[in-house]
């Protein structure tokens, strides 16, 4: 129900008539009201409370109660999983807004906690300051994608605050620190980019191949807020245990190990601090990596592109070939390349983007197929992963004779060891291989790879950066 008064404003008064409105609410379905929230489902949504509106519309008062209720509330663009069985009851005295009570559970498991206070400045346009609010996460499980080009999921722990003023344009800032548990991100978009998104002015060549067509710069994006656009940010995400990276349309996987401070705004972010790369490898167009040694080091000024500092070996004609790369990754032209054997920059170029051979000549079908065949197979590939509870899972075409290569890994973190299985498929002479990794420390793995016919190796791989 609702009752009282409201003043109009603009009809000449000296000052503005005092508000003396009262609304009562007996659990009202927001599902009536569904247009006021464009961007989220909420599924069994109620209001319940009464609070009186006193004073005026610059200096306004109140007093009552009010709880919201819903079952499910999801993101209709899938950003993020659903919340459930979410509660939040307000406390309203004056123009003091307390929470008395918020409590959500993940879809994946875990509880999310919000407290603390605000202050209403103003009801219209909304004004409230101060505002302190506090958003805590034990052991929430869940799993988001903020763009089509990133995919994330994890278990996380910390807490997020919110403080400042909010209204007329102005922003409370948005600080805390978050861990990490069973991370995975995944970059999705690399693909679009490797099949001929050029963006003018930004390409690298590779000497005797085809171009790798890269996105256009940060900048150059249509659309792009501008800096000072949304939140600011002062957060703090931590990695308690390694967070696992792929780049499926590359083939590409990792852990990484660090933590990272995020700033900015939410309109404009930017990431400092270093992580540590581990276990890593890519594959493409025939061509495959392995990473031994990377660190991408990152800095507010250039937002969030990091700066490498990697050293990966591949298999040649001539024996295996060691190359290393560092510097900035939004100037690809003048990244330093180095490589033992000694090589050339368009020696190393050629390494690193692969010629594929001539149009229609068997090898250019051959490992054409190949990559198509790894990005057309990556979404089944994920879907599977993920009902496994797998970190890794690959197979791809391989080689000229039409053969396939397993590969399933995962990483178990109640006793730090990564488990891998390679196994190549349908060739004339199937190999397999059984790989142990185990982080004695953030520098040091230990590995023990068991081959065929009894062949089995046991190696340090210590990793150090400067």
Same mark, same amino acid.
């Given at each position: 129900?609702?009752?009282?008064?409201?003043?109009?404003?603009?009809?000449?008064?000296?000052?503005?008539?005092?508000?003396?409105?009262?609304?009562?609410?007996?659990?009202?379905?927001?599902?009536?009201?569904?247009?006021?929230?464009?961007?989220?489902?909420?599924?069994?949504?109620?209001?319940?409370?009464?609070?009186?509106?006193?004073?005026?519309?610059?200096?306004?008062?109140?007093?009552?109660?009010?709880?919201?209720?819903?079952?499910?509330?999801?993101?209709?663009?899938?950003?993020?999983?659903?919340?459930?069985?979410?509660?939040?009851?307000?406390?309203?005295?004056?123009?003091?807004?307390?929470?008395?009570?918020?409590?959500?559970?993940?879809?994946?498991?875990?509880?999310?906690?919000?407290?603390?206070?605000?202050?209403?400045?103003?009801?219209?346009?909304?004004?409230?300051?101060?505002?302190?609010?506090?958003?805590?996460?034990?052991?929430?499980?869940?799993?988001?994608?903020?763009?089509?080009?990133?995919?994330?999921?994890?278990?996380?722990?910390?807490?997020?605050?919110?403080?400042?003023?909010? %209204?007329?344009?102005?922003? !409370?800032? =948005? @600080? *805390?620190?978050?861990?990490?548990? +069973?991370? /995975? #991100?995944?970059?999705? &978009?690399?693909?679009?980019?490797?099949?001929?998104?050029?963006?003018?002015?930004?390409?690298?060549?590779?000497?005797?191949?085809?171009?790798?067509?890269?996105?256009?710069?940060?900048?150059?994006?249509?659309?792009?807020?501008?800096?000072?656009?949304?939140?600011?940010?002062?957060?703090?995400?931590?990695?308690?245990?390694?967070?696992?990276?792929?780049?499926?349309?590359?083939?590409?996987?990792?852990?990484?190990?660090?933590?990272?401070?995020?700033? %900015?705004?939410?309109?404009? !972010?930017? =990431? @400092? *601090?270093?992580?540590?790369?581990? +276990?890593? /490898? #890519?594959?493409?167009? &025939?061509?495959?990596?392995?990473?031994?040694?990377?660190?991408?080091?990152?800095?507010?000024?250039?937002?969030?592109?990091?700066?490498?500092?990697?050293?990966?070996?591949?298999?040649?004609?001539?024996?295996?070939?060691?190359?290393?790369?560092?510097?900035?990754?939004?100037?690809?032209?003048?990244?330093?390349?180095?490589?033992?054997?000694?090589?050339?920059?368009?020696?190393?170029?050629?390494?690193?983007?692969?010629?594929?051979?001539?149009?229609?000549?068997?090898?250019?079908?051959?490992?054409?197929?190949?990559?198509?065949?790894?990005?057309?197979?990556?979404?089944?590939?994920?879907?599977?992963?993920?009902?496994?509870?797998?970190?890794?899972?690959?197979?791809?075409?391989?080689?000229?004779?039409?053969?396939?290569?397993?590969?399933?890994?995962?990483?178990?973190?109640?006793?730090?060891?990564?488990?891998?299985?390679?196994?190549?498929?349908?060739?004339?002479?199937?190999?397999?291989?059984?790989?142990?990794?185990?982080?004695?420390?953030?520098?040091?793995?230990?590995?023990?790879?068991?081959?065929?016919?009894?062949?089995?190796?046991?190696?340090?791989?210590?990793?150090?950066?400067?």
């Amino acid at each position: 129900s609702l009752a009282g008064t409201v003043p109009l404003p603009g009809l000449g008064l000296a000052s503005s008539p005092a508000m003396d409105v009262r609304v009562s609410m007996e659990r009202f379905p927001l599902e009536l009201v569904q247009e006021l929230l464009p961007a989220w489902q909420v599924e069994g949504g109620r209001l319940s409370g009464a609070l009186t509106l006193t004073g005026t519309p610059e200096e306004p008062t109140a007093s009552g109660k009010l709880s919201f209720q819903a079952n499910r509330i999801a993101s209709r663009q899938d950003l993020i999983d659903p919340l459930l069985n979410v509660l939040v009851e307000l406390n309203i005295d004056g123009r003091h807004l307390r929470v008395a009570k918020g409590e959500a559970r993940a879809s994946g498991g875990g509880e999310l906690a919000l407290s603390g206070d605000a202050y209403l400045a103003s009801i219209w346009p909304l004004g409230l300051d101060p505002v302190d609010l506090r958003l805590a996460m034990r052991q929430a499980s869940m799993r988001g994608r903020p763009s089509e080009a990133v995919e994330f999921q994890g278990t996380f722990n910390g807490e997020l605050r919110l403080a400042g003023a909010l %209204g007329s344009g102005r922003w !409370p800032t =948005l @600080s *805390g620190r978050i861990g990490v548990q +069973q991370g /995975r #991100v995944a970059f999705l &978009g690399v693909a679009a980019w490797l099949a001929g998104g050029q963006a003018a002015g930004n390409q690298t060549p590779a000497v005797g191949g085809p171009v790798v067509r890269l996105p256009a710069p940060p900048d150059q994006v249509e659309g792009r807020p501008s800096a000072s656009e949304g939140v600011p940010l002062d957060v703090t995400v931590e990695a308690d245990e390694p967070v696992r990276i792929e780049v499926p349309a590359i083939g590409g996987s990792g852990l990484l190990e660090g933590a990272v401070l995020l700033t %900015g705004t939410s309109g404009e !972010p930017a =990431l @400092s *601090g270093d992580v540590a790369l581990s +276990q890593a /490898r #890519v594959r493409y167009f &025939g061509r495959e990596f392995t990473i031994e040694r990377g660190r991408l080091s990152f800095s507010p000024a250039r937002g969030m592109l990091p700066e490498v500092d990697l050293q990966a070996s591949t298999g040649t004609p001539d024996g295996p070939v060691q190359v290393q790369l560092q510097g900035d990754v939004a100037d690809l032209g003048r990244l330093r390349l180095s490589a033992q054997p000694e090589m050339s920059r368009e020696q190393i170029l050629a390494l690193l983007l692969p010629p594929i051979g001539e149009p229609g000549t068997q090898p250019w079908v051959a490992r054409v197929n190949e990559q198509l065949a790894a990005w057309a197979t990556e979404p089944l590939e994920r879907a599977v992963r993920r009902a496994l509870g797998l970190d890794e899972l690959w197979l791809v075409p391989v080689g000229e004779e039409g053969s396939l290569r397993l590969s399933v890994g995962k990483y178990i973190s109640a006793s730090g060891i990564y488990v891998r299985y390679r196994r190549e498929l349908l060739g004339r002479t199937p190999e397999q291989e059984l790989e142990f990794s185990y982080r004695l420390r953030p520098d040091l793995t230990l590995k023990l790879t068991l081959g065929g016919e009894e062949v089995w190796r046991l190696g340090l791989n210590w990793q150090w950066s400067f």
